[in-house]
């Protein structure tokens, strides 16, 4: 989730996707996940953003500020905004092993009476003892929108109970090691530079994908993430930091990307800082099923 915020600037992103409401007797998958992401919202709202954060992040996170970022170090430096910041989450799925998941939805940033919205991307972990902590939060700003008051759940995600979970873990299906994911990573951004956006994520889009650019809602499905990207454009390029991985069948990368747009000045390329969230397929496929970019300073 990235609540990204400076003294006065928040940026964050989300999914939402086709699915079914999480069951409220999910007490293993997304039912906690979102429970521990509301949670997470309402200490922001009561205690304020930098405690909250604090207590959530994992001793590993990464935030952006606007590129990657250590999160708890971050915070511990950062991040004394006097406004409110709150948020809900509209999108939530699972790992098929339970360890690994992700939230998205609508934030909203107040401070002296002027407010800012977004949404915002999430990676959490779940340790062993059960408890969800956030590794990895991005998004970006946009016009303003409702927070949201349900939450949808990927057709493939996981909806099991803890016991569930421990015996599909023994034979669940593996997106593959870090230097796996980080290998298709980095092929696809090969095929942004050569093909350009829209053949390249043609070639690797879930059906249920959510797009998320700043300056607009974000766009969910693939139809219509790959004319939203086919409709604009221009010359790409992508630059992959690093991919995390569960045990089952999601993982995440992030990196930077930068695009100039055809027909513009040479001094009009976009730079984003991405969180690429990954899931394999039951025909071994890997799909992106959200990518949320946060704009970085334009280079000089």
Same mark, same amino acid.
């Not at 779940?126 to 969800?132: E, H, L, Q, S, V």
């Not at 593996?174 to 095929?191: H, K, M, N, P, V």
């Not at 093909?195 to 994908?209: H, K, N, R, T």
């Not at 993430?225 to 992959?240: I, P, Q």
């Given at each position: 989730?990235i609540?990204?915020?400076?003294?006065?600037?928040?940026?964050?992103q989300?999914?939402?996707?086709?699915?079914?409401?999480?069951p409220?007797?999910?007490?293993?998958?997304?039912?906690?996940?979102?429970a521990?992401?509301r949670?997470?919202?309402?200490?922001?709202?009561?205690?304020?953003?930098?405690p909250?954060?604090?207590?959530?992040?994992?001793d590993?996170?990464? *935030?952006f500020?606007p590129?990657p970022?250590p999160?708890?170090?971050?915070?511990?430096?950062?991040?004394?905004?006097?406004?409110?910041?709150?948020?809900?989450?509209?999108?939530?799925?699972?790992?098929?092993t339970?360890?690994?998941?992700y939230?998205?939805? %609508?934030?909203s940033?107040t401070e002296?009476?002027? #407010? *800012?919205y977004?949404?915002?991307?999430t990676?959490?972990?779940?340790d062993d003892?059960?408890?969800?902590?956030?590794?990895?939060?991005?998004?970006? $700003?946009h016009e303003?929108?409702k927070?949201?008051?349900s939450?949808?759940?990927?057709?493939?995600?996981?909806q099991? #109970?803890?016991t569930?979970v421990?015996?599909?873990?023994?034979k669940?299906?593996s997106?593959g090691?870090e230097?796996?994911?980080l !290998?298709?990573?980095?092929?696809f951004?090969?095929?942004?530079?050569?093909?350009?956006?829209?053949?390249?994520?043609?070639?690797?889009v879930?059906s249920?994908?959510?797009?998320? $650019?700043p300056?607009?809602l974000p766009?969910s499905?693939?139809?219509?993430?790959l004319e939203?990207? !086919?409709?604009?454009?221009?010359?790409?390029?992508c630059?992959?930091? !690093?991919?995390r991985v569960?045990?089952?069948?999601?993982?995440?990368?992030?990196?930077t990307t930068?695009f100039h %747009?055809?027909?513009? %000045?040479?001094?009009?390329?976009e730079?984003l800082?991405y969180?690429? *969230?990954w899931?394999?397929?039951d025909?071994?496929k890997?799909?992106?099923?959200?990518e949320?970019?946060?704009?970085? %300073?334009?280079?000089?």
């Amino acid at each position: 989730m990235i609540r990204s915020a400076a003294t006065f600037l928040v940026c964050i992103q989300a999914v939402s996707v086709l699915a079914q409401t999480a069951p409220s007797t999910d007490v293993g998958g997304v039912a906690s996940l979102v429970a521990a992401e509301r949670a997470f919202a309402k200490r922001s709202v009561d205690t304020g953003m930098k405690p909250a954060f604090l207590a959530n992040l994992a001793d590993d996170a990464i *935030i952006f500020r606007p590129g990657p970022v250590p999160g708890l170090a971050w915070f511990k430096d950062h991040g004394g905004a006097q406004g409110t910041l709150d948020w809900a989450p509209d999108l939530a799925a699972v790992a098929n092993t339970g360890d690994l998941g992700y939230t998205s939805g %609508p934030w909203s940033y107040t401070e002296e009476g002027k #407010s *800012i919205y977004g949404h915002f991307a999430t990676v959490w972990r779940r340790d062993d003892d059960g408890a969800w902590k956030v590794v990895a939060d991005n998004g970006a $700003r946009h016009e303003e929108v409702k927070l949201a008051l349900s939450v949808v759940v990927p057709d493939w995600a996981t909806q099991a #109970s803890d016991t569930d979970v421990r015996v599909a873990s023994q034979k669940a299906l593996s997106i593959g090691s870090e230097a796996d994911l980080l !290998a298709t990573d980095r092929a696809f951004g090969a095929r942004v530079a050569k093909e350009g956006w829209a053949a390249a994520l043609a070639s690797c889009v879930a059906s249920d994908i959510r797009w998320c $650019r700043p300056g607009a809602l974000p766009v969910s499905g693939r139809t219509r993430v790959l004319e939203a990207v !086919a409709s604009r454009r221009g010359k790409a390029s992508c630059t992959s930091l !690093a991919a995390r991985v569960s045990r089952g069948d999601l993982g995440y990368t992030y990196g930077t990307t930068t695009f100039h %747009p055809e027909g513009t %000045p040479a001094d009009s390329t976009e730079s984003l800082a991405y969180l690429r *969230i990954w899931r394999i397929r039951d025909d071994g496929k890997r799909v992106i099923v959200l990518e949320a970019a946060n704009p970085m %300073p334009a280079k000089r």
